[in-house]
């Protein structure tokens, strides 16, 4: 299922998931899933309620990890390096695969600290000029940095959802990974504030590979270059039905399932 | 459509007033408690003196300064008119402790012992003392009766058992005298060392438990122990005291391993020992909640940009848990000021007068001096034991009161 690629130029594969499955314990959330992430691109992740999206963008950076009993069968590849590799260290994947979750989870520190946190963590004798220019630089990628200048001292907490969200993307983009992972990201917040983050994304997007699950379709359709879509099996594993550029998803899906679910007649 | 709502609210009302009932029961009963231990703590006494300070001294005492007292003091036996300040007493009580050492508070009590011999005949309760003016007098007039014509009469003063005097003495054969000095030193030490002991083991298993654990047959065998562990009776506790830390190690308990010969396992150590192996589930499981209070999300946040588990744990789980921590702390404190049956099995001592000096003295705490006093024959006793039960439940109260405010606080 190779997307076609008569109208734009071939994309560099930033990562690349390969016949992966998924496990909780013994139950397979997820089957056989391969899926390329294109570089520089949005790549949205579709599909009904329970299907396995959190699962499989959650394999990608190994958060799958925390859950106990959770297993990975087959391979994700970062730069052509396989995440799950023997000696690959889950918390080296993290600081180059970011993520970004469905509840906005700022911590209750300054919005400084929330920002710095990551830095200081990845080296400890950042001196304070460099870390003030790296959160300076991570709150204006996020468009946050006009809002919250003149309080970097108060918390991260006491901000709006929406300025919540752009904050732990600020965050997410601290450490300057290669990749974002969005779970459902504007979820929880109002049109306005999810307009605003689907802008962002557009900007991020020079810079960073990015993912982003979604239940909405308009957002799939408006903010994405490439779309998956995910169903459940009878033996409710979830599987990759189709993916393609999302221009032909939604105007011209080959799956009959994709055409009714983004047309709005599925369940 | 009928529903009965009548019949319904009626019994909504009946479980309301049963409710209340419950509450006011308890409201009643913790009053009547607190008012038993203020009535015996306060109230008149009759005092007798063998002669008044006036005798001596035209000033009242507690307005001399120390060098005058002590040049008082130096007169009184230098004119020989007084029997129980003599110059051979002076002489000797100056070789123990020279007269210009000695605080003001120490002469007053020379004096007070010596000269004024000021005795309790009878003490009334705080009841009697408002209540009871014709019984008082009764008791005042029997006892100047039976008095020597000439000596200096009885006479009726209020008394607060509560006062500077009670917190700084030791213990002594007579009441008045006595103080819960030695108490809460060795409270506060007992207190301390199990706190050392058990604040670390105690949350670094709560955390191991809630964050490294994974779930397996034996690590729920170890959370159902532990939970069990914390409904044993404290006697238990105490007998495993004694057996494992008074007797077993004693050369450890009490020092000898370090050169200290003169003590036995019956020390403050082997009762921090003890104490900690008891508040041992209390602050496990306190911590265990607090750290499972913690949201998932932070994890994840935390875990999300790259950051290690420990330095999850370290720089957002026990911040976040810290509050809950604390009130179980509180709670493990408070707990173990208020034991008393390990203390009385691993043997506390009951009439010490030495404070503790570290963790191989002898020592008594606070619950174990009440039950001594309560035991006395002398009624004197019973006043200072209620002084000293009041002192307690305040403390108690107030760390339980602090607990509830940490947890009010912290859980919005
Ligand atoms: N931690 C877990 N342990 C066990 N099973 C899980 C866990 N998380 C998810 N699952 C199961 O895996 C399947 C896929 O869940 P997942 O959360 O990935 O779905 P989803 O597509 O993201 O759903 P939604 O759109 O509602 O967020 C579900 O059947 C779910 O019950
Ligand atoms: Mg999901």
Redesign the pocket.
Known sequence: MQPQKQNSKPKEQKMLAEKASIF??S?R??ADVTLPVYERQITAII????????????AFNRMNDL?Q??RVDGKVLLDGEDIYGAEVDAVAVRRRVGMVF?RPNPFPKSIYDNVAYGVRLGNSRISKPELDSIVEQSLRGAALWDEVKDKLKSSGTALSGGQQQRLCIARAIAVQPDVLLM??PCSALDPIATIKIEELMQTLKERYTIMI?T?NMQQASRASDYTVM?MMRAD?A?EMIEFDETKRIFTNPRDKRTEDYVSGRFG | MKNNIASRNRTAKIGQSVMFGSTLFALVALVALLLNVVNRSFGNVIVRREMEASAFSPTPLDQLSRDDLAALVKRIADSDDYEGLTRGAYRRMDLEKPFAERSKDDIIGIINERLIKEEVVTSFTMWQTVFDQAGMNAELAKLNKSLKVGSPEGRIEFRSWINSRFFTQTMGSVAENSGIRVAILGSLAVIALTMLLALPIGIGAAIYLEEYAVKSRLNDLIQTNITNLAGVPSIIYGMLGLFVFVRALESFTSGAMFGITDSNGRTVLSAGLTMSLLVLPIIIINAQEAIRAVPNSLRQASYGIGATKWETIRDHIMPAALPGIMTGTILAMSRAMGETAPMVVIGASTFIVSDPTGPFSKFTTLPIQIYTWTAQPDEQFRNIAAAAILVLLVTLLSLNMIAILLRNRFSK
């Open positions: 909780y314990g139950f959330a997820v599909g009904p309620s329970g299907c396995g999206k959190s699962t499989l963008l959650r859950v009993g959770a469905q779970d459902e699950v239940h995910m409710r979830g």
